[in-house]
């Protein structure tokens, strides 16, 4: 029996949780119960394998178990962005590999339409709107960066439209940046309403269970996950946990959570929309990996997020949220000085999974132990591409997605502590330190 060493303990505040459609939690789990599937993990990923597994396996229960509730964790906290396009920061064009890099698209095109497809078929209230994406910079080097970028989009048959600072307000409402580059295929969304919409219409074979964390596991013939009232025994078990994998025994020194920080204004006045002007949906990159992302939602909000920090038991820190508020401030005003009576209503932290490499794990774990794990920041797309494409091989399913996941070396091992946390927070400071006004 190995025991889980950490547990979710994410803060109390995340704006979209609290501004989506409020649903009713599924109950715990209490007693024991046994299951031919059981998947750990209610974020886009476990989601995405639960439906396509109910669908793989019409008269099987499949069991869904969440520790906290659905849309609360770091799925309903992310930026909403759902990205078709590859971003390879370590590529000079940030495409790299053309061949991969088609690979990626596709991926990430199958995300998307089977987010759209769930979306459209059960009218889920998520503000899904098809808006692209600006990738914009500040100074010379982030232009340098969205010139290569664009070139890179070209090889790959994207269409994007580069578009100078002066006519930037008339697109997002601010003349913060020097250019922008315009990338079709993005789609926004309320992130926490989306996975609420995803729970809600799962399959009638699969149980949901959620305020469940699990405390510890015992792997034999079968899976037996134990929790503070019962156990769940299962067959075969799905890992969708990301970062918290590795206290389940797999991927250990090869993951690295990390948490970014985002802060979302209340509604602008009928004045204040008039104003900021621009389109009344978009949302911005920054060109720098390392600076502000923000956007204006349906609701005529204003997100702003950026600033990192990095923990290895996968739980964020209060003192860091404290802080980082404070960047949010100074990142809004710079770029909508005219607002600066507008406050942020809410402000939290949200987990990425991240590895040195940018390989996440896709497939066999174990005997009777099956992952999809490790989205690099692409949780929305990829994690609900990966989530079905894993239950599709799991039923005996092959193709050129799965083999291509299937071929990845995954994500490679990094130092012992304490030299990671030194070296990756290291690494962090000095990213932020020198993306300068992308903040």
Same mark, same amino acid.
């Given at each position: 029996?190995? &025991?889980?060493?950490?547990?979710?303990?994410?803060?109390?505040?995340?704006?979209w949780?609290?501004?989506?459609?409020?649903?009713?939690?599924?109950?715990a789990?209490?007693?024991? &119960? $046994?299951?031919?599937?059981? @998947?750990?993990?209610?974020?886009?990923?476990?989601?995405?394998a639960?439906?396509?597994?109910?669908?793989?396996?019409?008269?099987?229960?499949?069991?869904?178990i969440?520790? !906290?509730?659905?849309?609360?964790?770091?799925?309903?906290?992310?930026?909403?962005?759902?990205?078709?396009?590859?971003?390879?920061?370590?590529?000079?064009?940030?495409i790299?590999?053309?061949?991969?890099?088609?690979?990626?698209?596709?991926?990430?095109?199958?995300?998307?339409?089977?987010?759209?497809?769930?979306?459209?078929?059960?009218?889920?209230?998520?503000?899904?709107?098809?808006?692209?994406?600006?990738?914009?910079?500040?100074?010379?080097?982030?232009?340098?960066?969205?010139?290569?970028?664009?070139?890179?989009?070209?090889? @790959?048959?994207?269409?994007?439209?580069?578009?100078?600072?002066?006519?930037?307000?008339?697109?997002?409402?601010?003349?913060?940046?020097?250019?922008?580059?315009?990338?079709?295929?993005?789609?926004?969304?309320?992130?926490?309403?989306?996975?609420?919409?995803?729970?809600?219409?799962?399959?009638?074979?699969?149980t949901?269970y959620?305020?469940?964390?699990?405390?510890? @596991?015992n792997?034999?013939?079968?899976?037996?996950?134990?929790?503070?009232?019962?156990?769940?025994?299962?067959?075969?078990?799905?890992?969708?946990?990301?970062?918290?994998?590795?206290?389940?025994?797999?991927?250990?020194?090869?993951?690295?959570?990390?948490?970014?920080?985002?802060?979302?204004?209340r509604?602008?006045?009928?004045?204040?929309?008039? !104003?900021?002007?621009?389109?009344?949906?978009?949302?911005?990159i920054?060109? $720098?990996?390392?600076?502000?992302?923000?956007?204006?939602?349906?609701?005529?909000?204003?997100?702003?997020?950026?600033?990192?920090?990095?923990?290895?038991?996968?739980?964020?820190r209060?003192?860091?949220?404290?802080?980082? @508020?404070a960047?949010?401030?100074?990142s809004?005003?710079?770029?909508?000085?005219?607002?600066?009576?507008?406050?942020?209503?809410?402000?939290?932290?949200?987990?990425?999974?991240?590895?040195?490499? $940018?390989?996440?794990?896709?497939? !066999?774990?174990?005997?009777?132990?099956?992952?999809?794990?490790?989205?690099?920041?692409?949780?929305i797309?990829?994690?609900?591409?990966?989530? &079905?494409?894993?239950?599709?091989?799991?039923?005996?399913?092959?193709?050129?997605?799965?083999?291509f996941?299937?071929?990845?070396?995954?994500?490679?091992?990094?130092?012992?502590?304490?030299?990671?946390?030194?070296?990756?927070?290291?690494?962090? &400071?000095?990213?932020?330190?020198?993306?300068?006004?992308?903040?």
């Amino acid at each position: 029996m190995q &025991k889980i060493t950490s547990l979710p303990a994410d803060d109390a505040l995340p704006g979209w949780y609290h501004t989506s459609p409020s649903r009713t939690p599924r109950p715990a789990h209490v007693g024991q &119960k $046994h299951a031919r599937w059981a @998947i750990v993990g209610a974020g886009l990923t476990g989601l995405a394998a639960a439906r396509q597994m109910a669908l793989n396996f019409p008269d099987d229960e499949i069991v869904l178990i969440e520790a !906290q509730e659905v849309g609360y964790g770091p799925a309903g906290r992310n930026a909403g962005f759902a990205i078709d396009v590859p971003h390879d920061i370590g590529a000079k064009d940030y495409i790299g590999d053309v061949t991969t890099a088609r690979l990626v698209l596709k991926l990430n095109t199958l995300g998307q339409d089977y987010l759209r497809s769930i979306v459209k078929e059960h009218g889920i209230e998520c503000q899904m709107t098809e808006s692209g994406k600006y990738q914009a910079a500040v100074g010379e080097q982030g232009v340098a960066i969205l010139e290569a970028y664009r070139s890179g989009l070209e090889k @790959i048959g994207r269409e994007t439209q580069m578009i100078s600072g002066q006519d930037l307000p008339d697109h997002i409402g601010t003349s913060y940046y020097k250019q922008a580059l315009f990338i079709p295929g993005t789609i926004l969304l309320q992130p926490s309403a989306l996975v609420k919409g995803l729970a809600n219409s799962l399959p009638s074979n699969v149980t949901l269970y959620e305020y469940t964390p699990i405390t510890s @596991i015992n792997y034999g013939e079968k899976v037996t996950l134990v929790h503070d009232k019962g156990s769940i025994t299962a067959d075969k078990l799905i890992l969708a946990n990301n970062a918290f994998a590795s206290h389940f025994g797999f991927l250990r020194g090869r993951l690295l959570p990390t948490f970014l920080y985002g802060s979302l204004t209340r509604p602008l006045s009928a004045d204040e929309q008039a !104003q900021l002007g621009g389109k009344p949906v978009w949302g911005v990159i920054p060109a $720098h990996p390392f600076g502000s992302t923000v956007r204006r939602t349906v609701d005529n909000r204003i997100l702003v997020r950026n600033s990192f920090s990095f923990h290895p038991d996968g739980r964020p820190r209060e003192h860091h949220l404290n802080n980082f @508020i404070a960047n949010h401030r100074k990142s809004f005003e710079r770029r909508f000085p005219t607002l600066n009576q507008v406050d942020f209503e809410y402000s939290w932290s949200g987990a990425i999974c991240l590895s040195e490499n $940018h390989e996440g794990f896709f497939g !066999q774990l174990a005997p009777n132990v099956y992952g999809a794990l490790c989205c690099n920041g692409l949780g929305i797309t990829r994690g609900t591409a990966t989530g &079905k494409l894993l239950a599709d091989m799991i039923a005996g399913q092959r193709n050129e997605l799965i083999d291509f996941l299937v071929a990845s070396p995954g994500p490679n091992k990094t130092p012992p502590e304490p030299f990671l946390s030194i070296g990756v927070n290291s690494v962090l &400071k000095w990213g932020q330190y020198r993306a300068g006004r992308e903040v």
